[in-house]
Nanobody, 125 residues
């Protein structure tokens, strides 16, 4: 069964940290571009960061999270992580894991085939 399962969301104060996890079934984890997206109420879904699971080719970050968020992966566990530091109230959103990118635009939601159900992150000031 193809699935992506996010975890690790929660409520923190500004300046705090959270680590999100995305566990993927093997058939969608192998050699894939995967990504984290987020969506705040009333706003469009936006790309946060993307990584390739098949090799070390770097990652693409949204400007708003550069220097604060770090993506990583553990291929032995078919799991992708998002370490979020120095969180701000504007980071409050539902965070989604995505996989199976088609094309070259890493932050286009329509480019991804598989989606998790999301995990809520709330940052209070």
């Amino acid at each position: 069964q193809v699935q992506l399962v996010e975890s690790g969301g929660g409520s923190v104060q500004a300046g705090g940290s959270l680590r999100l996890s995305c566990a993927a079934s093997i058939d969608i984890y192998s050699r894939q571009w995967m990504a984290w997206f987020r969506q705040a109420p009333g706003k469009e879904r936006e790309g946060v960061v993307s990584i390739y699971t098949g090799g070390d080719v770097g990652a693409f970050y949204a400007d708003s999270v550069k220097g604060r968020f770090t993506i990583s992966r553990d291929n032995a566990k078919n799991t992708m992580y998002l370490q979020m530091n120095s969180l701000k109230p504007e980071d409050t959103a539902m965070y989604y894991c995505a996989a199976g990118r088609r094309g070259f635009v890493w932050n286009a939601p329509d480019a991804y085939t598989y989606w998790g159900r999301g995990t809520q992150v709330t940052v209070s000031s």
